[in-house]
């Protein structure tokens, strides 16, 4: 397919325009709908065991991998539509580098729903209301130009077979002398089966190294479209530094929370308290390679520089806010006078 697509109209290049499902020409208007986006066809399941030997490295472009010289970020861009600025901290060195060949494709992509001008408006509505953020932050912060990017984003389906003890706390058809609903706690144990569909792991250590950043990257995986380089027009995409074995070890690993959670719907309980989940088996392993969209941008208060992320899809807004003493003291004035 053409490496920079042009306008039929006036021959300019055509862009993604988040929240569209289409390119649009910076120039003229002409818009273009994106069939792969349009289509009710969802990025497929790819069966983990057969990764080594199936796994895809055609982007549909010629791609060149870049590096910061200053964060160390990785992108990958289009060759001919490079770049020169670092979307993680906005430095101009960005060169360049020569990677292995074998560089592995997304099988799917979620667009950006989110524009520009959202994420800005989510950035200060998320700072007006930040706990024990100085008061006029969304006003006096120096934001930077927001710099869209996409994130490369593995999911996991499994089948798991788990054993499990431990206390859980049930309600009772009781109630106080106060007319409260009564609970008790017992001890359980017990196994289940159960197929785990679409566990995330952030394939980004630039990303999955602030847990608040990461925070943000929960999306609605239903919506993932087979890939296609169109949606990527204008937008540059992160080399993974997580690779796919990598990302299974994490995923295994991370799953004991999200099962130990399953645990207590099998058991019907309230809450848990002390569970311990051991997973006996993990098999019919399948994996999606996503790229997912992120705003990424910071931000200058008082002389200090602060980092924020805004879901491209749902609009959610993490990262770091300056805390203001005052605020606190005026607040805790506030509960004695």
Known sequence: MPIDKKCPSCGGTLLFAPGTDGLSCQLCGYTEKIPELISEVRAQELDLSAAQSLGSHDWG???????????????????????GLCPFCGSTSVVPVQTSSEILAPNGIIPFKVNETRATNYFKNWARDLFLAPEKLSQDAKLDKFKGLYVPYFTFD??????????????????????????????????????????????????????ILVSAMQYNTEEARVYTPDALAGFPAEHYSVGLAEAWNRAANDMNHYL??????????????????????????????????????????????????????????????PKSFGRFMKGALGLFF
């Open 158 to 211: 499994v089948d798991t077979v788990n054993e499990y003890s431990g206390k859980f706390t049930f309600k009772t058809d009781k109630k106080d002398s106060e007319g409260n609903i009564v609970y008790e706690r017992r001890n359980k144990s017990g196994a289940f089966q159960y197929r785990v569909n679409d566990f995330p792991v952030v394939a980004s250590n630039v990303m999955a190294s602030d847990r």
């Open 61 to 83: 472009m010629e791609t060149q991998v870049c590096q910061c010289s200053q964060c160390g970020g990785l992108t990958i861009n289009n060759k001919l539509q490079l770049s």
């Open 260 to 321: 130990k959670e399953i645990a207590r719907i099998y058991e019907h309980a309230e809450f848990q308290v002390s569970t311990t989940i051991v997973t006996k088996s993990f098999t019919n392993v399948t994996y999606k390679y996503l790229l997912v969209p992120v705003w990424v941008n910071s931000f200058v208060y008082d002389n200090r520089r602060f980092m924020i992320v805004v879901n491209g899809q749902t609009g959610v807004v993490r990262g770091q806010w």
